[in-house]
């Protein structure tokens, strides 16, 4: 990993209140020291000493390195602290510190590189994990093919695209669909947008045989946000 640039072009600025929180949450002692956490070693002493690194402890930047250290690591299971991979990630924090703590012209300049470097940080993974996200959920989707039932329905009760059942016995169970399954087109037309009335409407209308796409969606969802 390289060192960041000591002004990098911010493509969405933090917002005041997150650099606030950073501070906010070291003088919370209810909090326990992240550092603490990660077992960090003593802040690297920097090569080039400015009047406002006396108001700046040692406690405070190691609570820093430590936030640096969560944003790229969130993990809060203690058996991952032993990873390999962790102390290179810790050496790369401090160097992000320390370049930043030299670099910067006063301690409010010191607070903003981190925070931004923080806040890009958390964006990017937040981006990464959307995109894995989207990726698995469009990889989801499958076609089906329903028959109308003696009772001209096809088995399911919905609540616009959820399916809330698939009746036992009925085309629908046969071909497995089930709670939480979202129907995303009938008869290749999608339905995002529609009402429920409209889908009812199309279903209706739609003969003895309807193809559905289908997305089993919330499940998918939360084992994602999960992981």
């Known amino acids: ?5 000591m002004n990098p072009v911010a493509f969405d600025a933090p917002p005041i209140q997150f650099r606030q929180q950073l501070l906010a949450e070291y003088k919370n002692d209810a909090i326990i020291p992240i550092a603490q956490q990660f077992d960090l070693p003593a802040p690297h002493h920097p090569s080039i000493h400015k009047n406002w690194h006396v108001d700046v402890t040692n406690d405070l930047r190691h609570h820093l390195v430590g936030k640096l250290v969560r944003a790229i690591f969130p993990s809060q299971d203690p058996a991952a602290m032993h990873d390999p991979r962790i102390k290179d990630l810790i050496n790369y924090a ?7 703590f030299e670099g910067a012209d006063d301690r409010e300049e010191y607070y903003h590189l981190l925070a931004d470097k923080i806040y890009r940080i958390q964006k990017e993974l937040q981006e990464k994990k959307k ?21 001209g329905k096809f088995g399911i009760i919905h609540h616009r695209a959820s399916i809330i059942e698939a009746r036992m016995g009925t085309s ?11 129907i ?8 995002e947008t529609f009402t429920h009335h409209e889908i009812e409407k199309m279903l209706a209308c739609a003969g003895a045989n309807v193809k559905l796409s289908i997305r089993f969606y919330p499940s998918l969802l939360n084992g994602q946000e999960n992981n």
């Open 172 to 182: 629908a169970d046969e071909k497995g669909i089930k709670k939480g399954d979202e």
């Open 184 to 191: 995303i087109s009938i008869n290749e037309i999608r339905i």
């Open 1 to 5: 990993m390289n060192n960041p640039p």
């Open 94 to 100: 401090r160097k992000c510190e320390l370049g930043f």
């Open 131 to 151: 995109k894995r996200l989207d990726a698995a959920l469009a990889n989801s989707i499958r076609t089906v093919d329903l028959t109308r039932g003696s009772d």
